[in-house]
């Protein structure tokens, strides 16, 4: 395929790469220069393009609290091993398990169940996986054996494992490109601070009202948060009701694969052989609307004869389900994300950076748990818990520098582009957050192998965390805004990967340290983390042309995808 050409001034375009866009109008009428909507939403007013601000952020609160909850969840088990040790006798070795066990499950589910979501919807996964997690936080409080402790992880993982996909998925059905960088930093840093917060309250509780007291507060949690849910989150799943296709501004033009020709056509239709239509993103500086009124591509328009739906038809658990009753278009969800992780760069890169951070965050993490209880430490579980404030540090100043950075860099390296939005922008983030990692990883692996003071250790675990919270909510958003069509099947190869690796750092991490010592596997690890995040130069240079040379795999693959935001 040839590389493609644009010219932005005559306003037609070419063969853009998927993902490129224009995002902002410099020649507008008025003088002034204006963000452009992208995606282009459809002129109904139940698109969640098109949603009043409060119910976009309101969903959008509901998806941060299930994924803290799940993060949180995951998290609170470490402060309870001391004391669950005491009482039930389970080795180091066995507790280790269980939580890499967990880690494995994390990525089961999420090929298991995420075909689910792409078939039936956002909110029924949603309630069904908070409902499980409500259930199994009871069961986590009566556990009396090893088998009880294997079998808490593997449920609950498996079914939290929605937390780490699906934010992702909703955030790209409601939110325009230009907002989702603060949008999916919000979303890590409630994931990342939710863990240490639910480290620092168990340790709390486990020492003063007993471990199992750790497990009814969550218990009591996420039956609110399955309430909150089960009446207030809607459906952000859009399939256009009939009477809308006349209305939409994006007809389905042709059969199969295919780039506009230099007609200003904003994308091109496809479809596959089970008959299910998707529009694909292919997005040009022009959009020329076939139907209806000239289109203001600065703001959203709503066509009024459309009904808005009531409350009722908003929280039903069918409306996100997809009219495709075949086996096999489910099915083919359990393998496509591997197709995507093995032939499209920035999948596998999502997928190995999100990976060695999360994996070198689980190792810092259990080995604070495992090391500080020790001389010269000698911590209890609430002064173990208190090791979660440097997270949160760190995390919270990470995101809030990392996620409006990223937007504005958006806007203004695009405004030196003539307007043209490359997702690629936003990888230059990681010039400034890339030296904070090796740093902060070597100073806690240096500190907990040699004993040094603890609030030397507490440093090292801040500056790590200033440093992966930007850079991971940069990759989410860089893989989201490059392949917005198939982002579901993506973030499975990615959630797949991201836990391999968690899974096989955490079982090999005990017997690793008693054969080299705990400095040296840090060392270890963050030379295969360095080496993973210089990557991103490669991408920098030659993303746009890997994009390009990925284009016709990304139609294929979207012309597979469910029918949402098609029309007939």
Same mark, same amino acid.
């Given at each position: 395929? $040839? ?62 609290? @299930? ?31 269980? @939580? ?23 909110? $029924? ?21 090893? *088998? ?32 989702? &960088? ?16 639910? #480290? ?5 509780? +486990? ?15 996420? *039956? ?39 007609? %200003?056509?904003? %994308?091109? &239709? ?55 009753? +075949? ?17 499209? $760069?920035?999948?596998?890169? =999502?997928?190995?950076?999100? *990976? ?13 748990? =495992? ?26 100043? &990470? ?16 405004? !030196? ?8 922008? !936003? ?21 907990? *192998?040699? &004993?040094? $003071? ?9 500056? @790590? ?16 805004? #490059?392949?917005?069509?198939?982002? %579901? ?30 400095? @040296? ?23 746009? #042309? ?18 949402? !935001?098609?029309?007939?």
């Amino acid at each position: 395929m $040839p590389p493609p050409q644009v010219d932005v001034d005559a306003g037609i375009a070419t063969m853009w790469p998927p993902g490129t866009v224009l995002i902002e109008d410099v020649n507008a009428a008025s003088g002034k220069k204006e963000i452009i909507l992208q995606p282009r939403p459809s002129t109904n007013p139940n698109d969640p393009l098109n949603w009043a601000k409060w119910r976009k952020y309101l969903n959008f609160a509901i998806v941060c609290l @299930y994924s803290a909850m799940v993060s949180e969840f995951t998290s609170s088990a470490t402060p309870t091993w001391g004391p669950m040790q005491k009482e039930l006798g389970f080795s180091d070795d066995e507790l280790n398990n269980s @939580y890499a066990i967990g880690c494995a499950f994390l990525g089961i589910g999420s090929v298991l169940l995420i075909p689910f979501a792409l078939k039936l919807g956002r909110r $029924p996964l949603y309630l069904v996986s908070t409902i499980v997690q409500f259930l199994v936080a009871i069961w986590s409080a009566k556990q009396m054996t090893y *088998g009880d402790l294997m079998g808490i992880n593997i449920v609950q993982c498996g079914f939290g494992a929605l937390g780490e996909v699906m934010v992702q998925m909703t955030i790209a059905d409601v939110f325009f490109v230009h907002q989702r &960088g603060s949008l999916n930093s919000i979303y890590v840093w409630l994931w990342k601070v939710a863990a240490p917060l639910g #480290s620092l309250l168990a340790g709390y509780v +486990s020492l003063s009202r007993g471990w199992r007291w750790v497990w009814w507060g969550n218990a009591v949690f996420i *039956g609110a948060l399955a309430l909150i849910v089960a009446f207030l989150y809607e459906e952000t799943k859009f399939i256009p009701e009939p009477e809308s296709n006349a209305s939409s501004i994006h007809p389905v033009e042709s059969e199969g694969a295919s780039y506009p020709e230099k007609s %200003g056509k904003s %994308g091109s &239709g496809v479809q596959n052989g089970d008959g299910i239509q998707t529009r694909t993103d292919t997005n040009t500086s022009a959009i020329i609307e076939e139907k209806g009124p000239t289109t203001n591509l600065h703001e959203t328009q709503i066509d009024k004869s459309i009904p808005e739906r009531t409350y009722l038809e908003k929280v039903s658990l069918t409306r996100g389900v997809s009219s495709d009753a +075949s086996l096999k278009s489910f099915t083919r969800h359990m393998y496509q994300p591997f197709i995507l992780l093995g032939t499209i $760069p920035a999948v596998a890169f =999502t997928a190995l950076v999100y *990976g060695i951070l999360i994996a070198l965050g689980d190792v810092i993490s259990t080995s604070i748990s =495992t090391y500080m209880k020790k001389p010269p430490y000698s911590f209890n579980s609430a002064q173990i818990g208190l090791m979660s404030l440097p997270k949160i540090i760190g995390v919270t100043i &990470g995101c809030v520098v990392g996620g409006p950075l990223s937007d504005w860099l958006v806007v203004f390296l695009s405004r !030196r582009n003539k307007g043209v939005y490359e997702p690629e922008t !936003r990888l230059w983030c990681f010039c400034l957050f890339l030296p904070l990692v090796p740093a902060g990883a070597i100073l806690t692996g240096i500190g907990l *192998g040699n &004993g040094l $003071p603890w609030p030397l250790v507490a440093l090292g675990v801040v500056l @790590y965390n200033m440093g992966i919270s930007p850079i991971n909510s940069v990759v989410l958003t860089y893989l989201t805004d #490059s392949y917005q069509n198939v982002i %579901g099947d993506a973030l499975v190869g990615v959630t797949v990967v991201r836990n391999a690796f968690s899974t096989a750092f955490i079982f090999a991490l005990t017997p690793w340290i008693r054969k080299i010592g705990i400095t @040296y596997v840090f060392v270890i690890i963050l030379l295969i983390s360095v080496l993973i995040l210089g990557q991103f130069a490669v991408l920098l240079k030659w993303g746009k #042309s890997f994009r390009a040379r990925c284009a016709s795999r990304y139609e294929y693959y979207s012309a597979r995808q469910y029918k949402e !935001r098609a029309v007939e």
